[in-house]
């Protein structure tokens, strides 16, 4: 039931439900703002953005400009569009987006000013009185214009991400933006030492290196020039919103130390008075965490970051966002590491939506995990309380959301889509469940751990509630002969033989050992010897022997020979397959 809440029809964010006269609203002025036509609205119908090699898709440019309207409303949210939807490319547009915007205020501040009467005075109805730049969003000096009622958003942009993706990210970035663009000046700032590490690194690409004295010098904000009493506010300079940090939990405190000096910091716990403290001449406007589903609690990891950004002597206010193509899995705290976040930067807070009331959620929501009743009522109010903080914080689309016209989202190659269910083998189906329950002692030894854990780390807790049985998951994992059984079932045979030299344990280092004999005598395992058996009393091989012939005899539907990829979690099952595939005459990869 929790996992259904993330697919949502109103969590395209098409509607907006406050406006219940015109259901196209957001739509409309998110056209408005990418001066496209909103009855424009075939999928293939890209927009084009000055600042982006690449153009976006239409749900890609809505996402942008929801996040710019929730981002002034509410501190930020979560945009968590499934794999495959391009939230990289989604994150890369928000960035130059923003960029434009603060452009865009400028030249109409500077306008105004020279009265040069290439833009509207402040209150002046009309249009923008000079042509539109192409891939350029609309002026904000009309108040016709969307833009007109967002403010720009100072200072520097940030991206914290996994350390495996550091350099995923950096191939997009290099990709997808522009950085020829002198208007927009976009700059990355790669804060993960170990990348440069790689020889094949170019001098160009060194230059994006957090740790160059010129990188840290232009990223540094404008110094209060300071009195006596040293009070007052370090501002962003004009160009670092169009500076983008890649960064990592494990990198990024060590490169915001070389930012900080003693000083005068304020105070939150006294009203923003002023005190001593460390001062940090690091501002950013915008900060982003990746896969924000892994590490989802407040003041924990990625999390951590958003939450810390420093704010104590300066005013700006960052944006915080949590990207995730799966934003909670197992509990609705996978939203309270960000949150917690737009919460502490917030300076107004919706007490409807505060952590606390979230808080409050997980913790029913936990006791009835645990509970060894199941109360559907309970759990139905539960969910009912936890949807509204899905409506006000997340977008997200699927593979099966539906565009304008029942598009889909994503364009499909052509290709033919079978599921296939077969019968368990009887005979040992019914003697599975009491082989496995020998292992039970496995198991309570798991529990006995997590425990442990809770008991003596209650820093690391996930749940208020002492584990009192394994979760779904954990259950999965260590049934896994179960698992191997209930797809050779005749292995049962084998693993409860009296015959020492047939008897397998179906451990992985058991068939690591088989894989790596000298001699290579892989039939005369007890895999091997057994083959027969073990694929005939298998439904799910006997399936695949027979549809192997039939795809050696087709082409696949763009007339190529056809390809056979097999998935398995189990080192076992793939060298089963394996000896199959030599008795088939195939070529095992």
């Avoid at 967002?150 to 997009?172: D, I, N, S, T």
């Avoid at 189906?429 to 997590?450: G, M």
Wanted: charge should be positive; glycine fraction near 6%.
């Amino acid at each position: 039931r929790l996992q259904k809440l993330q697919n949502l029809g109103e969590l395209t964010q098409l509607r907006d439900p406050r406006n219940t006269q015109d259901t196209l609203v957001r739509w409309n002025e998110c056209c408005a703002m990418f001066r496209h036509d909103p009855k424009e609205t075939k999928i293939d119908n890209l927009i084009t953005l000055t600042g982006l090699n690449t153009n976006i898709y239409q749900y890609q440019a809505f996402g942008v400009y929801w996040q710019m309207i929730t981002s002034r409303e509410l501190g930020g949210g979560f945009l968590a569009d499934d794999m495959g939807l391009g939230k990289t490319l989604s994150f890369l547009a928000y960035f130059v987006t923003e960029r434009q915007l603060s452009v865009l205020h400028r030249e109409v501040s500077k306008s105004r000013y020279l009265q040069d009467g290439k833009h509207l005075f402040k209150g002046q109805s009309g249009e923008c009185p000079s042509p539109s730049k192409a891939g350029w969003i609309a002026c904000p000096c009309s108040s016709t214009s969307p833009t007109s009622r967002m403010a720009p958003q100072p200072g520097l942009r940030m991206a914290c991400v996994p350390q495996g993706l550091v350099g995923q990210w950096w191939a997009q970035w290099k990709t997808h933006v522009d950085i020829t663009n002198n208007e927009l000046a976009l700059k990355i700032v790669v804060d993960h030492p170990a990348t440069f590490n790689n020889i094949n690194i170019t001098i160009a690409d060194r230059l994006a290196s957090g740790g160059t004295a010129q990188n840290i010098t232009r990223m540094q904000a404008e110094k209060h020039i300071r009195g006596k009493d040293g009070n007052g506010n370090d501002r962003p300079k004009e160009y670092h919103e169009g500076y983008l940090l890649l960064t990592t939990k494990e990198t990024y405190p060590k490169f915001a130390k070389k930012f900080e000096t003693n000083g005068q910091v304020r105070d939150p716990k006294k009203g923003g008075e002023w005190k001593s403290g460390i001062r940090s001449c690091l501002i950013f406007g915008i900060g982003m965490i990746d896969e924000s589903h892994e590490e989802y609690f407040k003041n924990k990891g990625r999390a951590q970051i958003l939450t810390n950004l420093p704010t104590w002597n300066n005013s700006v206010r960052p944006f915080v966002w949590g990207y995730s193509g799966t934003p909670f899995s197992q509990t609705p705290r996978g939203l309270e590491g960000v949150l917690w976040a737009i919460e502490k930067h917030s300076a107004t807070h919706d007490t409807d939506f505060k952590w606390e009331k979230l808080d409050a959620i997980c913790k029913e929501y936990d006791s009835q995990i645990k509970s060894n009743k199941r109360d559907d009522e309970a759990v139905i109010q539960i969910l009912t309380a936890f949807k509204p903080f899905l409506g006000k914080f997340m977008i997200r689309r699927t593979a099966e959301t539906e565009w304008f016209e029942s598009q889909s989202l994503i364009k499909k190659q052509p290709h033919i889509h079978q599921d296939v269910y077969l019968k368990p083998n009887e005979t040992f189906d019914a003697l599975i469940p009491a082989f496995e329950a020998k292992f039970d002692r496995e198991r309570d030894a798991v529990l006995e751990q997590l425990q442990g854990k809770w008991d003596n780390f209650p820093d690391s807790r996930r749940s208020d509630i002492r584990p009192t049985r394994l979760g779904f998951n954990v259950i999965c994992k260590t049934t896994w002969r179960s698992r191997i059984l209930a797809t050779f079932p005749y292995l049962f045979k084998l693993v409860t033989s009296d015959e020492a030299a047939d008897r397998l344990t179906l451990t992985t280092e058991e068939v690591q050992s088989f894989k790596s004999a000298i001699d290579k005598k892989e039939f005369n395992t007890p895999y091997g010897k057994y083959l027969r058996q073990i694929v005939e009393g298998s439904p799910k091989c006997v399936w695949l022997f027979n549809f192997i012939p039939q795809i050696l005899s087709q082409k696949d539907v763009f007339g190529n020979d056809q390809k056979l990829v097999i998935l398995t979690n189990f080192p076992q099952v793939a060298f089963l397959l394996k000896l199959v595939s030599v008795t088939t005459s195939l070529t095992p990869q």
